[in-house]
């Protein structure tokens, strides 16, 4: 069977995390600029679907299919190490450090930001013809999105920056589920169906994904929306990326580490499977 048992696929987290740990610059920075370079053009796909179709849940079930492609090629999203990278830590893995950890969020960090800024430049050149017309409606879309989800924190403050904070934490609480997910099965197909559930219910849900916005706000700025980097940083990236480790590592790796790599003892009596297996035979 292609199903994997929660007991082996949390191991293969814990491996994936060490991994990571000792993978070299050049790959880890390759890896992360193709990851954040595809999700861009996913959700570019997802905005230019939506704007022409004018039915979000379209754009939200085709997104996913740029998540999975980054996936089966290996690449790395920030999203995703933030859950697996320190498992390796909890498990005391050998050489496994703190420092090693941020070595890693730190490159897949750049990483991700040049690959979507790669893509952002090139979707705003297509919006707009190379810069030489006004933005098309779809990057008049983009350029509002980013006004929004910056400006729109900001007016209503305190109360803005938790909003962004928990839509940040829930965010990565699906993401890394999508992430976890392909490790439950062995078939391309398996990880495909496994991984495209949450990735849609965090898309459609409008979730703050610090990659996706990693795209969307600078390629925002280039096609005419009126807001600044400082918005964008202050009040959208700089909270999402905290709020995306929060509940990437909390609801998802700490839990499945707890519950089935460190499984505890169970309360059954010592001699109940015994007595079960006896009456089973009569």
């Known amino acids: ?18 991994s990571k740990i000792f993978m070299s ?5 390759i890896r992360a600029y193709m990851a954040g370079a595809i999700l861009a053009l996913a959700a570019a796909f997802a905005v230019t679907i939506t704007v022409n179709t004018g039915n979000p849940l379209v754009g939200a079930l085709l997104f996913p299919v740029g ?17 697996l990278v320190p498992l390796a830590l909890i498990a005391k893995r050998p050489g496994c450090t703190m420092p090693g950890l941020l070595r890693n969020w730190g490159l897949v960090f750049i990483g991700n930001f040049a690959g979507a800024l790669t893509t952002a430049v090139f979707m705003a ?18 350029g509002h999105i980013g006004e929004s989800r910056t400006l729109g924190y900001a007016a209503a403050g305190a109360s803005g920056m938790l909003t962004l904070f928990i839509r940040a934490v829930m965010c990565n609480w699906m993401v890394s589920t999508g992430v976890v997910a392909a490790m439950m099965s062995t078939s391309v197909s398996g990880k ?13 849900l409008g979730f703050e994904h610090s990659i996706v916005n990693m795209y969307l706000f600078p390629s925002g700025i ?61």
């Open 222 to 282: 280039m096609l005419g929306g009126e807001f600044t980097w400082y918005d964008y940083f202050m009040w959208n990236e700089i909270p999402t990326v905290i709020g995306n480790l929060v509940g990437g590592l909390t609801f998802v790796g700490a839990m499945i580490y707890a519950t089935h790599y460190k499984t505890s003892q169970s309360r059954r009596p010592a001699d109940s499977s015994a007595e079960g297996s006896h009456f089973a035979t009569k």
């Open 67 to 83: 998540f999975c492609l980054l996936y089966l090629l290996g690449f790395d999203l920030l999203t995703g190490v933030f859950t």
């Open 192 to 204: 495909v169906i496994a991984m495209w559930m949450p990735i849609l219910i965090f898309f459609y």
């Open 25 to 29: 610059a050049k790959d880890t920075l």
């Open 1 to 18: 069977m292609s199903y994997v048992a929660p007991q082996e696929f949390a191991a293969k987290m814990i491996e994936a995390g060490e």
């Open 125 to 142: 050149i297509i919006f707009t013809m190379g810069f030489s017309e006004e933005p098309n409606a779809i990057g008049q879309k983009i």
